[in-house]
């Protein structure tokens, strides 16, 4: 991506004839060395900045400090405990909220994303084309080769699962915390149920697919300097399935089920009995005819393997009505006209009173 183009977005937010408040949430943690420049970096588009130290042991409180003495949008917070980047980013959105924010960028503290981007990322949001976009980095196969093996492997098999569990099956890079998301979604979203740690980003992009809120990627080039990433790709593999897997199970209540029953409805639920009655009535075939040295006659097999078959298939167009079902319009445009109309009819009562 060439430098003109964030900078012709910029100029076109600083055009507009109200200026949009696009505020920036920054996670800090051990980031005495970077957050500094991450804060200087920063355009004049951007209305406010929450830099949101999450109990850092080291002086980053005394670097936001500097950071907010320099600049007059820097709006400084700071965590009791550590609870996490989860934790950090949701401090972050309350304070945006509270304080008007039309839309909310979120990058982190340790300078791997660029925030000439900002502009970029809040204009598919004001053009009604999305609610939230994340940036990917797997776009340009140039990053890519300059990534770690390890995220590379890791990210391919992350991608999936969270493909699965948000049914936002055009989406990549899951685990990219560089995101811009309407005031408006933010305010339906369950900011006390988030995860609070490293999985906050997928579970972010779940809770926005219960909402059916338009998510979109930007491509972007990773950075990569002398930091040392917090996260652990072991806790990744050890805890991140489960959740996804957990997510999943929610989703398929939450959209199939209980706000929509559909022919998808109908397919995993009917798949699943299949499935799992070929699979039950099939091993236990087999474990009789080792017990009693008897082969199994033509009847078992096709007992065993024709639900199996079916099961499947009912499963794989259930897959394929899912892809189809992703959502493709934003929702932030309803839920500010409803907004203004609650807004109005609450002024109403107040003049006939």
């Known amino acids: ?15 507009r004839p109200r200026p949009v408040r696009i505020a920036v949430v920054i996670p800090c943690y051990r980031a005495v060395g970077s957050i500094e420049r991450v804060v200087g970096a920063i355009g ?84 009604g084309e999305a609610d939230y976009v994340k940036g990917n980095r797997f776009f340009s196969l140039d990053g890519i080769g300059r990534m770690p093996s390890a995220r590379i492997v890791g990210n391919a098999g992350l991608s ?11 989406l990549f890079d899951p685990a990219n915390g560089y995101v811009a998301i309407h005031a408006e979604v933010v305010r339906l979203l369950p900011l006390d149920r988030l995860h609070r740690r490293y999985f906050f980003e997928s579970d972010m992009l779940f809770r926005l697919a219960t909402l059916r809120a338009r998510v979109i990627e930007l491509p972007i080039e990773p950075v990569y300097h002398d930091e040392r990433s917090h996260l652990s790709e072991l806790r990744c593999l050890a805890t991140f399935p489960f959740l996804h897997m957990r997510n999943f199970a929610k989703r398929l209540f939450y959209n199939y089920f209980l706000r ?14 299949f ?10 075939s087999w474990l009789h005819s080792l017990d009693t040295g008897d082969p199994a006659t033509a009847g078992t097999v096709m007992l065993s393997a024709l639900p199996l078959i079916v099961g499947i298939q009912l499963l794989l167009n259930f897959l394929a009505q899912d892809v189809a ?21 609450t002024f109403s009562e107040r003049d006939q009173s």
């Open 260 to 273: 929509n029953f559909s022919a998808a409805s109908l397919s995993i639920l009917a798949g699943a009995v």
């Open 325 to 345: 079902l992703a959502p493709s319009s934003a929702i932030h445009h309803r839920l500010t006209s409803k907004r203004v109309l609650r807004a109005r009819e």
């Open 160 to 170: 999936f699962l969270t493909k699965l569990s948000t049914g936002y099956w055009d």
């Open 1 to 15: 991506m060439s430098a003109a183009y964030p900078l012709t977005a910029e100029f076109e937010l600083l055009a």
């Open 275 to 284: 499935f799992a009655f070929g699979v039950i009535f099939g091993a236990a």
């Open 44 to 127: 004049a588009s951007v209305w406010r900045i929450y830099c949101v130290d999450d109990a850092s042991p080291d002086d980053t409180g005394a670097a936001i400090g500097r950071a907010a003495a320099s600049d007059p949008r820097v709006t400084a917070l700071r965590r009791d405990a550590n609870g996490g980047v989860g934790a950090a980013v949701v401090d972050g959105f309350r304070a945006a909220l509270a304080d008007g924010a039309e839309v909310i960028v979120k990058i982190d503290s340790d300078g791997q994303m660029a925030p000439a981007l900002i502009p970029d990322f809040v204009a598919p949001i004001l053009s």
